[in-house]
Nanobody
Framework: QVQLVESGGGLVQAGGSLRLSCVAS????????MGWYRQAPGKEREFVAA????????YYADTVKGRFTISRDNAKNTVYLQMNSLNPEDTAIYYC?????????????WGQGTQVTVSS
């Protein structure tokens, strides 16, 4: 079975940084593009960032471009999201996804999510 486990969330002050990790199992990791999505209270889940199978192509939502960086380590079956210059609008549960298509299209393979809270 495909399992995705996110970690690295927490409480951080505005302007601070966090690095999220997502460890995958049950799939051939290097054949999948990977993505990060987030969902804030009362809002729909939204796309944040995606990286193709070998890490050479990345997509970002306009709201995070220049602040967030997605990367992957196929030897560790792990995808990362480095988040800098965080603001309260970034507060959400962040989910990892093993993407179904490239350009990014989400699959039903989601992690449990990790909470990111940014205080003002």
């Amino acid at each position: 079975q495909v399992q995705l486990v996110e970690s690295g969330g927490g409480l951080v002050q505005a302007g601070g940084s966090l690095r999220l990790s997502c460890v995958a199992s049950g799939l051939t990791f290097s054949t999948y593009a990977m993505g990060w999505y987030r969902q804030a209270p009362g809002k729909e889940r939204e796309f944040v960032a995606a990286v193709n199978w070998d890490g050479r192509i990345t997509y970002y939502a306009d709201t995070v471009k220049g602040r967030f960086t997605i990367s992957r380590d196929n030897a560790k079956n792990t995808v990362y999201l480095q988040m800098n210059s965080l603001n309260p609008e970034d507060t959400a549960i962040y989910y990892c996804n093993a993407l179904r298509n490239w350009p990014p299209v989400a699959s039903n393979y989601w992690g449990q999510g990790t909470q990111v809270t940014v205080s003002s």
